[in-house]
């Protein structure tokens, strides 16, 4: 994909689409140009944005775009289709509606006079229309710079249920705060890649733990109270799939201080082509990279041996975001639905914020499996609320094959794919055998699954894919059969689910 060209000067919001460095991931203040029109993606804080946002995310991608709105792997939302000279616009309302980066804080230009610097906290608008004196221009363009880096990096990952499932050992949602101001306030991160990213773990039921993060924590039960282990460049392991243990343990207190201190080790360490942690781990020990972020806290920072072999000590259960379960709360449910394939239209939005405001608690939580969850729903209504969700075309029941199946934007959105896999998904819904969960790519690059699915078709023409089955091998994992249409690729999941019935392995 490659940059729109830049969003015209405006009042309102000149050069809002200026990126820091250059990127090819969208984001609110970089508009991307696809196939199907401009994507503007919005980071959500935690998954959650309030039913009003929701309300404009809908009326800006239809008066600005193609009125779809895609629900992304990171718990984000994104509008696809705007449409060429409506960037502005679009970009501004969603500004407007506090769904950009927090404020920045930037020293002023020395006045000529010599006087000392001031700070002052200057919003993207603020900063645009600093128009009076060259220096204000230039501090304005580096306020854009700055808020188009800190967009980029407001990547941490929690529970769409934190604060809320019973299961939980610790309440992310202020630590989760916390590091995104932190990522936000200190003008070194802008630096990260649009990709690297942070899971913060409760220990909740409703959680995702198999997208590979560049730095993880997790909350576990210790003697004295709960402590935070983590790990680099990967997933915290959990009972049914462990893979390496944690590194070491933290305070709850310590966490920001901890985040920090990994953030600035790995900018330090990184060579000029490193994006990822995985890419300093090439290079440099696991011990070489907490010994250097031990200069930046204060409290002990080296391998605990002991936690060489933790495991999260509660399964998750990812059918938890479909339908109605109980919150810590008694009395009080969350509800979910999955809309096909991640997708929403306007209508569709305004009506899921409406349901929110009307028998919710007036918000919505984006999930890492493409759904959303109406938290805060009283017992006696969650009928309803599954009853209109239903209405709206959502799935709710885990036995819909629909919940099964993800599929990137396809050729019809995106100029590397190399079939239409939105529709070839629903083609395949029709014929998915019980509980197979399958992940449709029109290319290589696997936009639509960050994590590593049990089956993968991969696109090599119009309608036709190779089926890959998720091994331990590197990528989609093996090749088990190739040239497929989706009707043979339907015929061969079967026996490749239920091995016992199945004559390839016999």
């Not at 645009?128 to 221009?137: G, I, P």
């Not at 202020?174 to 990709?195: V, Y």
Request: net charge neutral; proline share 7%.
């Amino acid at each position: 994909m490659s940059v729109l060209n830049q969003v015209s000067p405006s009042t309102a919001l000149p050069d809002v689409a200026f990126a820091l460095r250059p990127s090819a991931c969208p984001g609110l203040l970089r508009i991307v140009a696809a196939r199907d029109g401009g994507i503007c993606r919005i980071k959500l804080p935690g998954g959650e944005l309030s039913a009003a946002q929701a309300a404009v995310i809908a009326d800006v991608s239809e008066h600005h775009a193609a009125g779809v709105v895609e629900l992304t792997n990171r718990a984000n939302l994104q509008v696809r289709g705007v449409r060429g000279g409506h960037e502005a616009a679009l970009i501004a309302a969603l500004v407007d509606a506090g769904l950009g980066p927090m404020p920045t804080v930037m020293p002023m230009p020395m006045p000529a006079s010599g006087a000392a610097d001031a700070a002052v906290v200057l919003t993207v608008g603020e900063a645009a229309t600093s128009t009076a004196r060259s220096a204000d221009l230039r501090h304005a363009s580096s306020n854009r710079q700055l808020a188009s880096a800190a967009d980029d990096v407001r990547n941490v990952m929690i529970s769409p249920a934190a604060g809320r499932d019973p299961f939980a050992l610790f309440d992310t949602r202020p630590l989760c705060a916390e590091l995104l101001a932190l990522l936000q306030s200190d003008a070194r991160f802008a630096a990260l890649s649009p990709k690297f990213a942070l899971l913060l773990d409760g220990g909740e039921r409703l959680a995702r733990l198999d997208h590979p993060h560049d730095v993880w924590l997790a909350a576990t039960q210790a003697r004295d109270g709960v402590r935070f282990v983590f790990g680099l460049a990967g997933c915290p392991p959990v009972m049914a799939n462990a893979n390496t243990g944690a590194l070491a343990a933290v305070l709850p207190s310590q966490v920001a201080a901890l985040v920090r201190a990994l953030l600035h080790t790995f900018l330090d360490l990184a060579a000029a082509d490193a994006t990822r942690m995985r890419h300093v781990l090439s290079a440099h020990s696991i011990d070489a990279v907490l010994q250097h972020a031990q200069t930046y806290v204060d409290f002990p920072l080296s391998r605990d041996t002991s936690l060489a072999n933790w495991q999260r000590g509660t399964p998750t259960d990812p059918t938890l975001r479909l339908g109605a379960h109980a919150q810590r709360v008694v009395g009080m449910l969350h509800v979910g639905g999955q809309p096909p394939l991640g997708r929403l239209d306007a209508a569709t939005l305004r009506g899921l914020a409406s349901l929110s405001h009307q028998q919710g608690n007036g918000t919505l939580h984006i999930t890492p499996w493409q759904s959303v969850l109406l938290p805060d729903i009283a017992a006696n209504a969650a009928p309803a609320v599954l009853a209109e969700m239903n209405t709206l075309g959502l799935a709710f029941d885990p036995a819909q094959s629909i919940t099964h199946l993800i599929a990137c934007a396809g050729s019809t959105g995106c100029v590397k794919g190399l079939a239409d896999t939105k529709a070839d998904a629903l083609l395949l819904a029709d014929r998915l055998p019980n509980g197979v969960d399958v992940h449709l790519s029109g290319c290589p690059r696997s936009c639509a699954a960050a994590h590593c699915a049990p089956y993968t078709l991969l696109a090599v023409a119009r309608g036709i894919y190779d089926l890959y089955r998720r091994d331990g091998q590197p990528g989609f994992g093996s090749c088990v059969a190739r040239q497929l249409t989706i009707e043979q690729a339907a015929d061969m999941l079967d026996p490749l689910a239920h091995p016992t019935r199945s004559p390839l392995d016999a």
